[in-house]
């Protein structure tokens, strides 16, 4: 269906630009316009709620960027592979946001298995690790998070061509990121 891609489109372009109501009310759009046509769990629906969760979650509006986070993990899950993977990524961020690293803990090994079985991505891969880094952070867990922190390193610094090239950044911010946490890690005692 070419207008619910129009209005995804149209909907990345807002977020990317900072413009998140607009991109809540195109994505919304694109979900109402997909249940509309009748394939009630086609791709289309479940790329609409995954826009629609991406950009309440930038707003802050996690309540409902969960629920249409799970609406869409729910569809995925006839398929598996790598969609759900990367789906339950984001609902394990969400979870995360909202304070409940206990309850997405459980969401990310589930990631992780999805990933490990399947050819990921290095970057796909290494922010799935970043992810479980995060939350042993929030579960006050230093030690595997430090573990964590240092394997997402590893991963992220054989990827600096990627940023440079594909995302035209002179620094690779995955990189910076885990330097950081990794030097506050080790600077708070356990």
Same mark, same amino acid.
């Given at each position: 269906?070419?207008?619910?891609?129009?209005?995804?489109?149209?909907?990345?372009a807002? #977020?990317?630009a @900072? %413009?998140?109501?607009? /991109?809540?009310?195109?994505?919304?759009? $694109? +979900?109402? =316009?997909?249940r !509309?046509? &009748?394939?009630?769990?086609?791709?289309?629906?479940?790329?609409a709620?995954?826009?629609?969760?991406?950009?309440? #979650?930038?707003? @802050? %509006?996690?309540?409902? /960027?969960?629920?249409a986070?799970?609406? $869409? +993990?729910? =569809?995925?899950? !006839?398929? &598996?592979?790598?969609?759900l993977?990367?789906?339950?990524?984001h609902?394990?961020?969400?979870?995360?946001?909202?304070?409940?690293?206990?309850?997405?803990?459980?969401?990310y090994?589930?990631?992780?298995v999805?990933?490990?079985?399947a050819?990921?991505?290095?970057?796909?891969?290494?922010?799935?690790?970043r992810?479980?880094?995060?939350?042993?952070?929030?579960?006050?867990?230093?030690?595997?998070a430090?573990?964590?922190?240092q394997?997402a390193?590893?991963?992220y610094?054989?990827?600096?061509?990627?940023?440079q090239?594909?995302?035209?950044?002179?620094?690779?911010?995955?990189?910076?990121?885990?330097?950081?946490?990794?030097?506050?890690l080790?600077?708070?005692?356990?």
């Amino acid at each position: 269906m070419v207008r619910v891609q129009e209005l995804l489109e149209q909907a990345a372009a807002a #977020r990317r630009a @900072g %413009r998140l109501p607009e /991109a809540i009310d195109l994505a919304s759009q $694109a +979900v109402t =316009l997909s249940r !509309a046509s &009748g394939q009630e769990g086609g791709a289309d629906l479940r790329q609409a709620l995954t826009r629609l969760a991406q950009a309440s #979650r930038d707003l @802050g %509006r996690y309540d409902d /960027a969960r629920c249409a986070q799970e609406e $869409a +993990v729910a =569809l995925l899950r !006839a398929d &598996g592979g790598l969609p759900l993977a990367g789906a339950l990524r984001h609902l394990g961020g969400i979870l995360d946001d909202q304070g409940a690293h206990a309850e997405a803990a459980p969401v990310y090994a589930e990631m992780m298995v999805l990933y490990q079985a399947a050819d990921t991505a290095p970057l796909e891969m290494a922010n799935a690790v970043r992810a479980l880094a995060c939350n042993a952070e929030g579960r006050g867990n230093q030690g595997e998070a430090a573990v964590r922190w240092q394997e997402a390193l590893d991963r992220y610094a054989v990827l600096d061509q990627l940023f440079q090239r594909d995302y035209g950044l002179p620094d690779n911010p995955g990189v910076a990121e885990a330097r950081t946490r990794l030097a506050r890690l080790h600077a708070t005692p356990p």
